[in-house]
């Protein structure tokens, strides 16, 4: 399996947001689906490594994020819904670190940067729209060699071309053999995007349901 969770529990102070007892996926393209307020983006940050849990988190059936978390975050890429960034920070300096964090092959972040049309490089995020620091997120989440992709609805506040683009992105990184998690209020299967299957984040937990 590619991601496994058993007993995940998440919590804000009293209140209990994830209690998923079993779940996991193996190679495809998961649709997560979810009324506002569900815990998407909680459940995503936490596979993702920022926020505490109770449970188990396990990648490609070996990588523990509580026991091997160097393994497993070079393994799991995430790009966030609304993305935050230092305003005094530029593009060039968020993906030229996490490129080097992330091991990323050689010629990989210039091939990302002209398939999103990341050409304000040097633009602090504080000039950048929405929009703008939506790219740079999702450049991201594609770098390195990973094996699950998330993407927390990635469609928003991104100009047509970078949607093709970002497509485009999937569907080769997909053949190559990386798995993804996809949450958007907006459907896929009109860009030509088959999605392996679906699931609802519904009453804390996640439950298989009919592809749309």
């Given at each position: 399996?590619?991601?496994?969770?058993?007993?995940?529990?998440?919590?804000?102070?009293?209140?209990?947001?994830?209690?998923?007892?079993?779940?996991?996926?193996?190679?495809?393209?998961?649709w997560v689906h979810g009324?506002?307020?569900?815990?998407?983006?909680?459940?995503?940050?936490?596979?993702?490594?920022?926020?505490?849990?109770?449970?188990?988190?396990?990648?490609?059936?070996?990588?523990?994020?509580?026991?091997?978390?160097?393994?497993?975050?070079?393994?799991?890429?995430?790009?966030?819904?609304?993305?935050?960034?230092?305003?005094?920070?530029?593009?060039?300096?968020?993906?030229?670190?996490?490129?080097?964090?992330?091991?990323?092959?050689?010629?990989?972040?210039?091939?990302?940067?002209?398939?999103?049309?990341?050409?304000?490089?040097?633009?602090?995020?504080?000039?950048?729209?929405?929009g703008m620091v939506k790219?740079?997120?999702?450049?991201?989440?594609?770098?390195?060699?990973?094996?699950?992709?998330?993407?927390?609805?990635?469609?928003?506040?991104?100009?047509?071309?970078?949607?093709?683009?970002?497509?485009?992105?999937?569907?080769?990184?997909?053949?190559?053999?990386?798995?993804?998690?996809l949450s958007s209020h907006?459907?896929?299967?009109?860009?030509?995007?088959?999605?392996?299957?679906?699931?609802?984040?519904?009453?804390?937990?996640?439950?298989?349901?009919?592809?749309?």
């Amino acid at each position: 399996m590619v991601l496994t969770l058993s007993d995940l529990k998440q919590r804000y102070g009293h209140n209990e947001v994830l209690d998923i007892p079993s779940w996991s996926v193996d190679y495809g393209i998961f649709w997560v689906h979810g009324e506002n307020g569900a815990g998407k983006s909680t459940l995503f940050r936490t596979l993702a490594g920022m926020l505490p849990y109770a449970g188990s988190v396990v990648l490609n059936g070996k990588y523990d994020l509580k026991k091997q978390q160097t393994e497993y975050l070079l393994r799991l890429n995430l790009g966030e819904a609304e993305p935050l960034y230092p305003s005094f920070l530029t593009p060039k300096d968020i993906i030229s670190f996490v490129g080097e964090a992330k091991k990323s092959p050689a010629g990989q972040v210039g091939m990302l940067i002209e398939a999103l049309g990341i050409n304000y490089l040097t633009h602090p995020f504080g000039n950048c729209s929405s929009g703008m620091v939506k790219k740079v997120s999702l450049a991201l989440a594609f770098l390195g060699n990973p094996s699950l992709i998330i993407l927390d609805e990635p469609l928003i506040t991104i100009d047509k071309e970078a949607r093709t683009a970002l497509f485009e992105l999937i569907k080769t990184y997909h053949t190559n053999g990386v798995t993804f998690m996809l949450s958007s209020h907006q459907p896929f299967q009109q860009e030509g995007l088959l999605v392996t299957g679906s699931y609802a984040l519904k009453n804390k937990r996640l439950e298989a349901i009919s592809n749309l």
